[in-house]
């Protein structure tokens, strides 16, 4: 199968399709490369040809890289993968340096071929990196379309030569919200900002690129940096300007990353002495600090984890085999509070009819009200319109009549956290709905067996947990209960996909999986402040092993109030089996006081009028006294992140998590840990299994025993095994 096709129109202007066949969006494969290649030689070598047209054949231009084929170099190459990595790399830059240079004579810039790309949507990675080299770039008026080098968000950085075109097209300055921060913008935005050159309507991409060939000069071909005198804009480094530039942009990546994510330290390197050569030296130089990330296990975890298994789950890699599909046509949300209201605008937004119940029309209305003031901010970010706004409204519907959820294919239950009260809405809505309806609760806590006792058909109820703000998380728990059937999994599955949101399923334990990880990591502070821990150690200590808030911060996001139901809910639960700490009194002093986190601007953060955090509360010392003699950063670091991991492998042990993929996938997404180590299990394989027995039973024997490995983790480090050596893509419980 072919995926770049090639066509000579009768102006002499050719025209190279990317078309991957059996797929949604091209992606560059070793093969794409090599056939690009073939057809640039072709317009290259025949004079009749006067330029050609890079272009696609689909509604986008291109979403990347497919990242498996540096996997597979790596992999080719041995005992020498640095060397294979290297090599692809540079091939790959020839065909842009070709396509660059264009056959123009190297010491007159003259004689060269105008090769324009002309983009009819989205451009991302190698989507862009290849326009870059080209002479001109023509973007459709697309609202829908990216721009952009989004490399940086799976640990890797732009190595097609973009991080060195960009920086020379831009400087250091302007690239590097780009390349440091992975930003994608609209067309319109993407002109502004310099990364492209035009923008056209739709039906004009192919002749506007057309009549720019035509009247193209050889100057318009030869690139800022191929011309005599190029000077990079904002300076390079030891041009005065430029030097601040750089002593910023060092100050603004270690301030964002915390030293956690080695591609951003690379690739900045490869900028910082790119721009001290010459362009054929910079990309060679781009080249080599690409191949030494890629060897990173650091950056092999982030690929595995946020591109190979995160797309494999929203695929549908665990979706129950012959089961017809079951995508939803009209959803049931019952309750229209936070959580209601966007399930309900998320469900709209994909096209499903909702209808949104609550026990007053007051309640219900403020819950619609949330999509209608989403959609005013698309409107005043011109990212929506008018009509786009009412057709999102028309779809749901507000109301406090059971009856109204005749019809529905889905029941999303979002009411309050109560066995009684859930019991009560399931019985009811079950009188009313389809014998077909499958039955979801949205519960971050309470059993779903519990709860399926008051279901007349419990095979069709299980547990959906969405994690808030719905509209902005990208991940949702599913969680099968005892009698749970196929079916109902796979509607769970439809829906979430439906909808534009990564899937996990797990079986029915308490916690289930996300919050049986999460909550340890703030008990595991709490403890911490109770026996006298520096509090901004502690929460320093997790920024730098890549979390996005420490676990103090995030106690305050989630409420204290919330940690105090949670905990007192738990005592009761498990009576005598609690295992009570001296973490649950800094919890109860907290909620002793009122101070419930940012909801009443206090908790562990002091804040302003308008909520925003102004330090640590310096009271919290009078309570629970710093003491004199403090841990060091990597034994809190330890603590923190094997609370939260050896949770992670109790729950593979147990059976809650059925496939690691879902582990790893789910801890980035859901509670955000360390997202350059690919996830928990990711983690313990770049650690170790011997070494992570080795910190566990020494964190054991002056902590205490929730630190002891489980019987898992020993096996596997007695047999010197790795997770996903021995689980696999078809990872199943132990």
């Known amino acids: 199968m072919t995926d770049f096709h090639y066509k000579l129109d009768d102006d002499g202007i050719a025209i190279i399709t990317w078309d991957c066949p059996d797929k949604s969006m091209n992606i560059m494969s070793e093969t794409g490369f090599a056939e690009l290649n073939g057809h640039i030689d072709t317009v290259l070598g025949d004079d009749a040809i006067k330029g050609a047209i890079i272009t696609s054949g689909k509604d986008s231009f291109a979403a990347g890289m497919d990242l498996t084929v540096l996997a597979e170099w790596k992999e080719k190459g041995g005992d020498t993968p640095a060397r294979a990595l290297m090599d692809g790399v540079m091939q790959g830059h020839e065909v842009m340096r ?256 909702v209808v949104l119940i609550d026990q007053s029309q007051e309640a219900a209305d403020k819950g619609k009200a949330y999509s209608e003031a989403h959609a005013d901010k698309g409107i005043a970010r011109k990212k929506s319109t008018p009509e786009k706004k009412e057709k999102l409204l028309s779809l749901i519907t507000a109301t406090t009549d059971l009856e109204a959820l005749k019809g529905c294919d889905l029941i999303v239950e979002a009411v309050f956290e ?33 709860l399926a006792k008051a279901s007349a058909r419990p095979e069709q109820f299980i547990g959906i947990h969405f994690f808030s703000p719905v509209d902005k998380m990208l991940l949702v728990e599913i969680i099968k209960g005892k009698e749970t059937g196929d079916r109902a999994v796979a509607k769970s599955l439809d829906f979430v996909r439906q909808i534009r949101k990564t899937p996990i399923v797990v079986n029915d334990e308490r916690f289930f999986y996300a919050n049986r990880c999460i909550i340890p990591y703030g008990a595991e502070a709490n403890r911490m402040v109770a026996e006298g821990v520096e509090p901004a150690l502690i929460e320093n200590a997790a920024k730098q092993l890549g979390f996005p808030l420490g676990p103090l911060q995030l106690g305050d996001e989630t409420s204290i109030d919330l940690a105090e139901k949670i905990m007192r809910a738990t005592k009761a639960a498990l009576g005598n089996a609690y295992p009570a700490s001296n973490g649950d009194d800094v919890v109860q002093k907290l909620f002793d006081m009122g101070r419930l986190g940012r909801k009443t601007k206090s908790g562990f953060y002091d804040y302003d009028e308008k909520g925003k955090r102004t330090g640590l509360w310096k009271g919290l010392g009078d309570h629970f006294p710093v003491s004199e003699d403090q841990p060091s950063l990597t034994d809190v670091q330890h603590r923190l992140a ?91 419980a132990a």
């Open 98 to 353: 070709k396509i660059e240079r264009a056959g123009m004579d190297p010491k007159t810039n003259k004689g060269g071929k105008p090769i324009v790309a002309a983009l009819p949507g989205t451009g991302l990675g190698i989507g862009l990196e290849i326009p870059l080299a080209c002479h001109r770039i023509f973007v459709a008026d697309n609202p829908k379309a990216k721009i952009g080098l989004p490399e940086i968000m799976v640990g890797i950085f732009p190595g097609g030569g973009g991080t060195t075109r960009l920086v020379r097209k831009l400087g250091v300055m302007n690239a590097s919200s780009f390349l440091l921060e992975g930003k994608t913008v609209a067309p319109a935005k993407a002109k502004a900002a310099g990364l492209i050159d035009e923008v056209v309507p739709a039906d004009e991409l192919i002749s506007s690129a057309k009549a720019w060939i035509e009247s193209a000069t050889d100057a318009d071909l030869v690139k800022p940096w191929d011309a005599k005198g190029y000077k990079m804009p904002g300076g390079t480094p030891y041009h005065p300007a430029g030097f601040m530039t750089f002593v910023g942009a060092t100050a603004m990546v270690h301030g964002k990353t915390q030293g956690a994510f080695p591609a951003a330290k690379a690739m900045l390197a490869a900028v910082y002495e790119g721009a001290l050569v010459p362009f054929d030296q910079a990309i060679r130089i781009e080249a080599r600090w690409f191949t030494n990330i890629l060897l990173n296990p650091s950056s092999s975890a982030m690929i595995n984890s946020l591109f190979i298994n995160k797309g494999a789950l929203e695929k549908g890699a665990v979706r129950p085999k012959g089961i017809p599909d079951q995508s939803v046509k009209k959803v049931g949300v019952l309750g229209a509070g936070m959580m209601g209201a966007g399930i309900a605008l998320v469900s709209a937004l994909a096209g499903i009819e």
């Open 418 to 450: 109560d066995v009684g009260v859930k019991a009560e809405m399931t019985k009811k809505v079950e009188a009313i709905v389809g014998e077909d309806c499958i039955f979801a609760t949205n519960t971050s806590t309470l059993p779903i067996s519990e």
């Open 642 to 732: 094997m609370a939260q991991v050896l949770e992670a492998v109790r729950a593979l042990e147990e059976g809650v998590l059925e496939d690691i993929r879902e582990g790893d996938v789910g801890a980035i997404l859901g509670w955000g840990f360390m997202p350059w180590s690919g996830g928990p299990f990711s983690w313990l394989d770049i650690l170790g299994s011997q070494k992570a027995v080795e910190i566990c039973e020494d964190l054991a024997a002056r902590y205490g025993d929730r630190f002891e490995p489980p019987a898992l983790l020993k096996e596997m480090a007695k047999n010197g095994e790795s997770f996903y050596g021995r689980f696999g893509a078809d990872a199943k």
